[in-house]
């Protein structure tokens, strides 16, 4: 078994290059095990809870994991307020197809779900005739996808669309759990070339779990997701007491839980 490997990569070029930091445990293997690939959720980084007991049980069951920051996010460069879904989706596929081999699980926390329905959708596409997809199987964690329209513009009064449409950007207040941040318009509009409006087929087992009190992604929205994917192997968990951010021991249980099942 290996240890863990931190490091970067760099991506884009001139005023678009950006160091993408990331970690990787275990070994990639062609045809053993499929190893887990994690996307972390909207401000969220590499070294948050959820992600660090998922890579401690990988660890022990010795299974290979993936995670890294997308730009603007924990150890990688770049500045927020510059990011995007297409960005953040360009350095997810580009740390996929670089840093791994072999069968792979997708994990997605909030806007993760998000990236790593895109990230299938792509990759997908990309494979010739007769190919068999790397994609194993995907893990949902209250996904947010389409956030940007659905669970941002849409809840936004007249007053911030003002802000937003005259300056560009507004800043969020600070609360209880985070800092302010700017929300730009070119994220907002950016965000609409990535929407999931059609239905597709995932070519995998499909798993979410979700809190029936999460107030940033309801589960009446990510309870969509089962009329957009085309899949007999998908599994809705609901979880009655728990809210967005799923990170109590019960509910890091109930999600090992998931990828074990499709280990």
Known sequence: MSGTVNSTIELGAKDNKR??????????????KPAIFWL???????????????????????LAMTCFDY??????????????????????????????KGPQILVGSSMGGWMALLLLQSYLKSLKEG??????????IAPA?????????????DEIRAIIEKDGFWMKPA????????ITQHFIREGEYHQINAVFRSHCPVRIIQGMQ????????SMKLMRHIDEDDMDYLLVKDAGHRLSRPEDIKRLIQLIKEMV
Do not use: C
């Not at 972390?40 to 010795?62: D, H, I, L, P, Y």
């Not at 190919?131 to 949902?140: K, P, Q």
């Not at 996808?145 to 009064?157: A, E, P, S, V």
């Open 175 to 182: 609360s209880k759990d985070e800092a302010e941040f700017p």
């Open 19 to 32: 160091l993408i930091a990331y970690q990787q445990s275990g070994k990639q293997s062609s045809d053993g």
């Open 214 to 221: 999460d107030e940033i992604v309801p589960w009446q929205h």
């Open 145 to 157: 996808f389409n956030m940007t329209h659905d669970l941002i513009w849409k809840r936004m009064d």
């Open 131 to 140: 190919e068999t997809s790397r994609i194993s199987g995907i893990a949902l």
């Open 71 to 100: 730009s603007g996010h924990g150890e990688s460069s770049g500045d927020f307020k510059d990011g995007t879904i297409g960005q953040w989706l360009e350095e997810a596929q580009h740390l996929f197809d670089t840093l791994t």
């Open 40 to 62: 972390n959720g909207f401000r969220s980084n590499m070294s948050s809870q959820k992600a660090t007991q998922v890579q401690q049980w990988a660890k022990q069951n010795q």
